[in-house]
């Protein structure tokens, strides 16, 4: 008891566990899958990988290539959240659920039976549908995703990756059919395009893991950035938010990452995963491969070791 006590004191040492993880997922490095549906994302080498941890008590862990940016892709539809969130308040879940999909993250089908109404904020369809009404509000909506961004993790030149934009513009049909199926039930207010540009370039935003940890620290304090003090939402907002990438935040393996990992987290195709651990820090890894449901193959795998080996999850 007594040393249980001194540890949480002193604050756990995470860096010669990141390090164990990094020997132990070497051989997963090559088994996933680069997403290639996204031409500009299948030129990404599979074998990259970082992971960084950042405690709310201001302490900082990283392997790898953490300082590498990559593609956020679907993380960013956290922060796309955290915006709607305050401009439309309650009102956002009357067209948007909170329930996980159990299907692909681009899947059309459930849209037909349930009105246009997207299953959550976390799959393509919901997230095309809080980009709508942050772009009804905002006349900078997408810039303003991408500032909250750079204010939240320090780093001024956050920026999007045009090219990466430019090719899911291109080749992006799905996400343009699910936008024009949303607005025939009426569940986006604006042009189906103007919606489509402004996701596509949150999509396209490129950071590294320790600016990602750094961004989502919020979420793990109470709400309060930890670089400003600014509070960012309420303790309240907080635990909906956190309870909600629980439940929707990694497609359709939801269950198996909440068994396996047992945090709040959200992962997006261009290989990044980022997790938080409420009152104690945020985790994010980064490698490339992705599973049969779009996750990161090693870097599920790097989460799982992460809470096992050091004890901690919601759990
Ligand atoms: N831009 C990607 C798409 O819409 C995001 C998917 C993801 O990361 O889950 O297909």
């Known amino acids: 008891m007594v040393a249980v006590k001194a540890r949480r004191r002193l604050g756990m040492d995470y860096q010669p566990i990141l390090e164990q993880i990094h020997a132990e997922i070497r051989p997963l490095l090559d088994q996933g899958r680069v997403a290639d549906y996204i031409p500009e994302l299948a030129r990404v080498p599979g074998d990259k990988f970082s992971m960084a941890v950042r405690t709310v008590d201001g302490r900082s862990f990283a392997v790898g290539a953490a300082d590498e940016r990559f593609s956020i892709q679907s993380i960013s539809k956290l922060f796309t959240l955290v915006i709607a969130l305050q401009i439309a308040g309650d009102e956002l879940w009357t067209r948007v659920g909170r329930e996980p999909s159990g299907n692909p993250f681009n ?92 996701y596509f370039h949150h999509c396209s935003l490129a950071m590294s893991c320790r600016e990602l940890c750094e961004a989502a620290l919020f979420l793990a304090n109470d709400g309060f950035a930890p670089l400003s003090g600014d509070r960012i939402m309420t303790p309240k907002l907080v635990k909906y938010i956190n309870s909600l990438l629980l439940t929707c935040g990694t497609y359709d393996a939801v269950g198996d990452f909440a068994y396996r990992v047992g945090l709040p987290g959200k992962s997006g195709v261009g290989g990044g995963i980022l ?23 090693a870097g599920t795998r790097a989460l799982e070791l992460f809470t096992t080996l050091t004890g901690e999850s919601v759990f």
């Not at 303003?144 to 049909?173: I, K």
């Not at 997790?275 to 193959?297: E, H, I, T």
Request: hydrophobic letters at 40%; aromatic letters at 6%; glycine letters at 8%.
């Open 107 to 198: 899947s059309l089908v459930q849209l037909e039976h349930e009105n246009g109404k997207p299953r959550n904020p976390f799959i393509n369809a919901g997230a095309l549908v809080v980009t709508d009404v942050i772009l009804s509000a905002l006349d900078n909506a997408i810039e303003t995703v991408r500032d909250l961004l750079r204010g939240l993790s320090g780093s001024a030149d956050v920026d999007f990756d045009l090219g990466v934009a430019r090719s899911e513009q291109e080749t992006g049909h799905r996400n343009k059919a699910m936008a024009h199926f949303i607005k025939s039930f009426g569940n986006l207010k604006n042009d189906p395009d103007r919606v489509l540009h402004a």
């Open 275 to 297: 997790a938080v651990m409420p009152k104690r820090f945020a985790v994010c890894v980064w490698s490339p491969g992705l599973d049969d449901s779009g996750n990161s193959l």
